[in-house]
């Protein structure tokens, strides 16, 4: 079965500083694609980053970037310079691309992250 | 491009009454996605369209649900016969390159039946 791990329900963090959510997958394939969602309270879901499995570098956007172990299928989130509207629940999901036949994204259960000022 | 709309934002029915959710996506994206969000959890996904054509559904997705897309478009959810486990957050995503390059989200409908 392919599924994702979000091990810490909640988190908080004291704005400007540095904090990391954790991810673990599970999944046969070699060939997927990871990404952390952001819900706000009450918005909808955006995307914050993308990483390719067969990419070895790991993604960043800005303030947000990756730790992507593909041997240990983890693919944590580190938010830098911690800000008061990252406050949201944090979804881990991927998705499987074999033989170009799309698999559907499966998400963890979240990580609700507050950020303190 | 003002995203994807999805309406009604809340729904409150009695159980056994028939309901019908609505979005519209980003114009110009031909792959619109399903997924239900029930309290303390991820979203799960319940279809997929690429045009007018349903091309997947979840085992999640019982006969009272069917899903269309006419012309396309819109694409609306109906639930028949509601039962007080459709309770959840139904979330609406499209997106113009496929899910491997990540989904556009509407801010989804609430549904609770009581």
């Known amino acids: 079965a392919q599924t994702v791990t979000q091990s810490q329900p909640e988190m908080s963090v004291q704005e400007a500083e540095t904090v990391t959510l954790s991810c673990t997958y599970d999944?046969?394939?070699?060939?997927?694609?990871l990404f952390w969602y952001k819900q706000p309270p009450s918005r909808q879901m955006i995307l914050v980053i993308r990483?390719?499995?067969?990419?070895?570098q790991n993604a960043t956007e800005n303030r947000f970037s990756v730790n992507f172990q593909k041997a240990a299928k983890s693919f944590s989130l580190k938010i830098s310079d911690s800000q008061l509207g990252d406050t949201a629940m944090y979804f881990c999901?991927?998705?499987?691309?074999?033989?170009?036949?799309?698999?559907?994204?499966?998400f963890g259960k979240g990580t609700k992250l507050s950020v303190k000022p | 491009d003002t995203g994807v709309s999805q309406n009604p934002r809340h729904k409150i029915t009695k159980r056994g009454q028939n309901v019908t959710f609505r979005c519209d996506p980003i114009?110009?994206?031909?792959?619109l996605y399903w997924y239900r969000q029930t309290l303390g959890q991820g979203p799960e996904f319940l279809t997929y369209?690429?045009?007018?054509?349903?091309?997947?559904k979840s085992r999640l997705l019982s006969d009272r649900f069917s899903a269309e897309r006419p012309k396309g478009s819109f694409s609306t959810l109906e639930i028949q016969r509601t039962e007080q486990g459709d309770s959840a957050m139904y979330l609406c995503?499209?997106?113009?390159?496929?899910?491997?390059?990540?989904?556009?989200f509407g801010s989804g409908t609430r549904l609770t039946v009581v």
């Open positions: 995503a499209s997106s113009a390159r496929g899910a491997l390059y990540g989904y556009t």
């Open positions: 999944t046969s394939e070699n060939n997927y694609y």
């Open positions: 369209f690429q045009n007018e054509a349903q091309l997947e």
């Open positions: 990483q390719e499995a067969y990419k070895q």
């Open positions: 999901a991927f998705i499987t691309n074999y033989g170009g036949s799309q698999g559907n994204l499966i």
């Open positions: 114009s110009e994206h031909n792959r």
